[in-house]
């Protein structure tokens, strides 16, 4: 089943889901800033895009800036504790994973499953 880390207040993350619910595709909503985000989840979402944490947090945000991450431990813990800095939507499926950032990287996404 597809996972995605979506947060209901941004449009990218509503496309997202637009998309996936066009396309007929069962999906698991998972709304990481309501819920909250674990550091195994942190873990496991690097490994799946291929990136290092610090590589998935919004960097023109106002509280990354603030927060002067060094390293990954700091970014981690930074993710964990304000999870709005992270990038979204993030889509996962099995052992794959896309920031679909723009939402239309969903159809190439999927089209590969």
């Known amino acids: 089943m597809i996972i995605i880390y979506h947060n209901p207040m941004w449009s ?22 309501k819920q909250g985000i674990t550091e195994n989840e942190l873990v496991d979402i690097s490994k799946k895009l291929n990136l290092r944490f610090k590589d998935f947090i919004r960097k023109k945000d106002q509280n990354a800036r603030d927060l002067n991450l060094e390293n990954d431990t700091e970014v981690l813990n930074a993710i964990i504790n304000y999870p709005k800095i992270m990038e979204r939507p993030i889509v996962i499926y099995k052992e794959k994973a896309i920031i679909a950032r723009p939402a239309e990287l969903l159809y190439d996404f999927l089209s590969n499953l």
């Open 12 to 33: 990218k993350s509503r496309k997202s889901v637009e998309i996936l619910n066009n396309q007929k595709i069962k999906f698991k909503i998972i709304e990481y800033v």
